[in-house]
């Protein structure tokens, strides 16, 4: 299990749900997170999963803790499923970075629409911040070169980063506050912080699971993505305007990004 990620939605679960809430997990899984809000005090916690499999082995967890009486394992799709009042709290995990391809944002806009989450819900988390920094990548294997979009668990593809051009620089504000526009279409401007030859873009994701409660890549969730580019010579001093494109939860090969 991913111990850094868990333990902070832990935090964040155990410093949001008060008793007698009502709380809904789009996408349990294990159960943990559903786990977690019982354990707060929650009346009744809702976890609701699209994979039969997965839904069973959550019914697993929550009959083997006491806790668990007040968890309903619901076998559904999140984005059709309603309740006759709003939840106090909503609870989701199912992101990724830059959310390019997995289904939080159209999700929790979903749960909106569909009258699960008001303006009263409280949601973990509550944002989130994608980021995009110049770098230079070995994309060299074996002998043969492959500038390919890179992504890997436990950070992995950091290891083949030769050097960093820049801080990351925030491309797009993921607010779940309201109805989340889906499409990203975002102008971004990097400023190099030193000289030399950049072939790719590191993104990376800041997500809040509460204002106070914020994660970077973790071993399993938003690891950074790196992005190969034509070859460019940056300079300190002069900026480099990057254009990025996606549908949010449509996976990469409806993604676009050129160097301006
Ligand atoms: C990354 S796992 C998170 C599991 C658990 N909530 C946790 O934090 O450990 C995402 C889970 O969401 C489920 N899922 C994905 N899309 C869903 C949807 N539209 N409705 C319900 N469950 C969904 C997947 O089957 C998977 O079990």
Redesign the pocket.
Same mark, same amino acid.
């Given at each position: 299990?991913d111990e850094e *990620?868990?333990h902070a !939605?832990e935090n964040a679960i155990q410093n949001t749900v008060k008793a007698g809430d009502i709380v809904v997990?789009? #996408?349990?899984?294990? #159960?943990?997170?559903a786990l977690f809000s019982a354990r707060a005090g929650a009346e009744k916690v809702y976890g609701? &999963?699209?994979?039969e499999a997965?839904a069973a082995l959550a019914r697993k967890s929550v009959q083997a803790n006491p806790d668990g009486k007040k968890i309903e394992v619901v076998v559904?799709?999140? *984005?059709s !499923?309603t309740l006759p009042a709003a939840a106090d709290v909503v609870? +989701? &995990?199912? +992101?990724d970075t830059g959310l390019i391809s &997995?289904?939080q944002a159209v999700?929790m806009n979903a749960l909106r629409k569909g009258g699960v989450i008001d303006s009263h819900t409280k949601l973990i988390p509550s944002k989130v911040v994608c980021a995009a920094e110049l770098v230079s990548y070995d994309f060299d294997f074996y002998g043969f070169h492959m500038p390919l979009v890179m992504q890997a668990r436990n950070n992995g593809v950091d290891a083949r980063v030769t050097n960093y051009f820049s801080e990351k620089t925030p491309y797009q504000n993921v607010d779940f506050s309201d109805i989340v526009e889906t499409l990203v279409k975002s102008r971004v401007t990097i400023t190099p912080t030193k000289d030399g030859e950049v072939n790719a873009i590191r993104l990376t994701t800041q997500t809040f699971l509460t204002s106070e409660i914020t994660v970077w890549g973790t071993s399993? +969730?938003n690891m950074p993505v790196v992005i190969p580019i034509k070859p460019i010579q940056v300079k300190v001093g002069e900026n480099v305007n990057v254009l990025i494109q996606y549908e949010m939860g449509k996976g990469f090969e409806n993604f676009s990004l050129i160097v301006e």
């Open positions: 299990m *990620r868990t !939605f997990d789009a #996408g349990t899984g294990s #159960g943990i997170l609701i &999963e699209i994979d997965s559904a799709d999140a *984005r !499923f609870t +989701m &995990e199912l +992101m &997995e289904q999700v399993d +969730m």
